[in-house]
């Protein structure tokens, strides 16, 4: 495709479709992952959409305890009334305590695990025309290393182009300056010795001896070299409002995987609305605003590349 597309107004006659033009219905995969596939009421053979959540506590719907958005349940719904289905499911995270999953245990692969979990089942189902996974954030590269035979296409959404040990220290360097050697310390000697011990008390959230066994699987993997591994359609999507994943880091995958449809969406911020203003309190503050629309141009953006995958 090799196309980079600057997205600002696509239509002012967009419409979507009202709840009565889909169906709903909740599935258990297997005893670590609950979801909700929504599907087009009237449109048999749809293709389908697999949505993989971010990091930490994210359910299905895009939610954490302290930030309720629901945008992931308005990408399904407004995508159905467009004639996709989709499927959207809680992260394992949430059945930690019922299985007696231990933090410590939690790998990154596990998370991969599920999503091919998915891929399977719907694929022995064969209700649908095409198996497409879409990955937010931390999603993005669970679903590029989750991608097999039985997979049709990948969208990564405000998906890292680099190791999630480079983000963190460019994060932290952006908020604590004073703190960024020191993390950068830290990675490095849990890289090498398999733990570390360096790090500063406020950055437990991030080395805590319990998560560092999970920070080392993830770390392992480089999102551009594993999306250039893929021999499917690609679309990478970032919206230029993000103030979570910078447009710097779509241009990475895009360099890696040159034939991807990479879209920079005007506007759009890290939870899909648009936003106008500069102001980082404003950006955050549609956290929480679960009655604010999604950027006007997503929809019709995803259901334009969805619909023409292997056209």
Partial sequence: MKKILFIFFLSS????????????????INKYIDGTLTK????????????????????????????KSDFAKKIAHQLAGEGIASFRFDKRIFKMNKLKIKEEDLRFEDFVEDVQSIISYFSEEGEFSKIILAGHSEGSLIG??????????????????RSIDEIVVEQIGKQAPGLKENTRESFDELIEK??????EPVLGSIFRPSVQPYMLSWIKYDPAE????????????????????????????HEAAPDANLVLLEDMN?????????????????????????????????????????K
């Avoid at 959540?53 to 302290?66: A, C, K, V």
């Avoid at 398999?194 to 790090?199: F, I, K, L, V």
């Fill in 144 to 161: 590029i290393l989750a991608a097999n035979e039985n997979t049709d296409a990948f969208i990564s959404l405000a998906g890292a182009g």
């Fill in 40 to 67: 087009p009421a009237a449109n048999e053979n749809a293709p389908l959409v697999i949505f993989i959540q971010g990091s930490g506590p994210t359910d299905r719907n895009g939610n954490q305890s302290m930030m």
């Fill in 194 to 199: 398999g733990s570390t011990n360096s790090y």
């Fill in 13 to 28: 006659t967009w419409f979507y479709a009202q709840e009565s033009t889909f169906q709903e219905e909740e599935l258990s």
């Fill in 270 to 310: 890290h939870v899909f609305r648009e936003i106008k203003d500069n102001d980082a309190l404003v950006n955050t503050k549609s956290y929480n605003e679960p009655k604010r629309p999604l950027h006007p141009d997503l929809i019709p953006t995803l259901v334009e590349l969805v619909k023409n995958i292997d």
């Fill in 226 to 253: 594993e999306i250039a591994k893929l021999e499917i359609p690609v679309i990478i999507i970032q919206g230029t409002a993000d103030i979570q994943v910078e447009t710097s880091e779509a241009k990475i995958l």
